[in-house]
């Protein structure tokens, strides 16, 4: 494991199947563990994951399933529990005592794996409660699942998130697109939880 620098590995968890995670930091430290939200990647919390580090935190900065570089479930098993699980695989790495930050959808798996039992010292939830707006959920899921069979191009998904967020400028840039897609089966650039 590093101590100062990222360095990405490969956690086994349930189905043979395996996340990918960026570690940094003194193994052996006090643990952070950094979840990202849906329709993002480990890439989101880059900075912070250094910035953990160099403060003498051990961090893990992972991929949730069917996410970033993270193997896609065979089945389709995509439920909060089964994400609580692969975080329980997750928190194995690191030390006790640890602590989890999750954002939108990284939150929930944090708060549905304490529930299961996992034990953290503490929680951070951003861009998420406890008690969501169900409406609200309801149109992130309703866009996450808008293109089933991706973009033909990543200028396209540029558009369709454009849509879906009209008071954000479109950015000009896409290399920061790039890291939370990636090219499917068929060829074709996959959004989370398509194949392509």
């Keep these: 494991m590093s101590t100062g620098r990222r360095q990405t590995i490969r956690i086994p968890i349930a189905d043979g199947l395996t996340l990918a995670a960026d570690v940094a930091g003194p193994p052996g430290a006090p643990t952070v563990i950094l979840g990202h939200g849906g329709g993002q990647t480990r890439h989101s919390w880059d900075k912070c994951e250094l910035q953990l580090a160099e403060a003498g935190?051990?961090?893990?900065?992972?991929?949730?399933?069917g996410h970033g570089d993270s193997d896609w479930s065979r089945d389709g098993e995509y439920t909060m529990e089964a994400r609580a699980d692969d975080l329980a695989h997750v928190a194995a790495l690191g030390s006790r005592p640890?602590?989890?930050v999750g954002a939108s959808m990284?939150?929930?798996?944090?708060?549905?794996?304490?529930?299961?039992?996992?034990?953290?010292?503490a929680i951070v939830l951003v861009d998420i409660v406890p008690k969501m707006n169900l409406a609200g959920a309801d149109k992130v899921r309703g866009f996450m699942a808008a293109s089933p069979n991706g973009f033909a191009t990543l200028e396209e998904a540029a558009d369709a998130i454009s849509a879906y967020y009209p008071e954000r400028p479109r950015p000009k840039d896409l290399s920061g697109l790039h890291k939370n897609l990636r090219l499917g089966m068929t060829g074709a650039i996959a959004g989370i939880g398509t194949r392509g």
């Design 98 to 100: 640890f602590a989890l």
């Design 106 to 121: 990284g939150g929930v798996t944090a708060l549905v794996a304490a529930t299961l039992g996992l034990q953290a010292s």
């Design 57 to 65: 935190y051990f961090a893990i900065n992972y991929d949730l399933r």
